[in-house]
């Protein structure tokens, strides 16, 4: 069955440096989606993105976060400066559109940032 | 999307159907009720959803009330691998709004015991 992948499993960077999380979404998908949890709290919303453009965006997606497809395959999540507040797990998640149960979004293991 | 309330946690023996209810008094007309889990530190995964029917697949069961004010998840045989945060979720369906995000709530941390 096919899955969403995500790399690495866990990146522990210091603060004030750049990470880039990586998402291989399913390979038919046409929505794709960046989604964070802090320990202990809520699954939020960051980003989504179709037809190579931000479709959405929340609060918490400030300028030091981008996002990009620079290829037929990955989706990656930029952090330009990260800071304390920026650990957690980051969940990609694409979903193919269009009716039905495919309709829905399909999420990956996750990405696990530590700032120190 | 319209707000929903979730028991913060339940328990439920092993091999014994687990029903977890959602109140959604607020649900409009054309929102659907989803439900996703969460089982630890994995990403959320979709289970079932519905407007108005009673819904069933593979993995569970979605009994909606006839004013749609509230649900109930069923998952017929739970195993301990059912261990899981539950999520009632309320809203338009993607295809009516395009990219939509999922809104979390804090779920229903269920437990199933051996």
């Not at chain 1, 190579?52 to 930029?78: A, C, M, W, Y």
């Not at chain 2, 687990?18 to 994995?42: D, F, K, M």
């Not at chain 2, 749609?68 to 301990?80: F, G, V």
Request: hydrophobic fraction near 30%; include cysteine; charged fraction near 20%.
């Amino acid at each position: 069955e096919p899955e969403v992948t995500q790399t690495p499993s866990h990146q522990v960077t210091q603060m004030g440096q750049e990470v880039i999380l990586r998402c291989v979404p399913i390979s038919n998908h046409l929505y794709f989606y960046w989604y964070r949890q802090i320990l202990g709290q809520k699954v939020e919303f960051l980003v989504s993105f179709y037809n190579n453009e931000i479709s959405e965006k929340s609060e918490i997606f400030d300028d030091q976060f981008s996002v990009e497809r620079p290829d037929g395959s990955n989706f990656t999540l930029k952090i330009r400066s990260t800071k304390l507040e920026d650990s957690a797990m980051y969940f990609c998640a694409s979903r193919k559109g269009g009716g039905g149960y495919y309709n829905e979004q399909f999420f990956g293991p996750g990405t696990r940032l530590t700032v120190l | 999307d319209a707000k929903t309330t979730q028991p913060t946690s339940m328990d439920c023996a092993e091999g014994r159907a687990a029903n977890l209810p959602c109140n959604h008094s607020t649900i409009s007309g054309n929102e659907y009720v989803y439900w996703y889990r969460q089982i630890h530190s994995q990403g959320p995964q979709y289970i079932i959803h519905g407007l108005k029917n009673n819904e069933t697949n593979e993995m569970a069961s979605l009994i909606i009330t006839e004013d749609r004010k509230s649900s109930t998840l069923i998952l017929p045989h739970a195993t301990l691998r059912d261990t899981a945060v539950y999520y009632c979720i309320v809203r338009v369906p993607p295809i009516i709004q395009g990219a939509q995000k999922l809104v979390f709530g804090q779920g229903t941390r269920l437990t199933i015991n051996p």
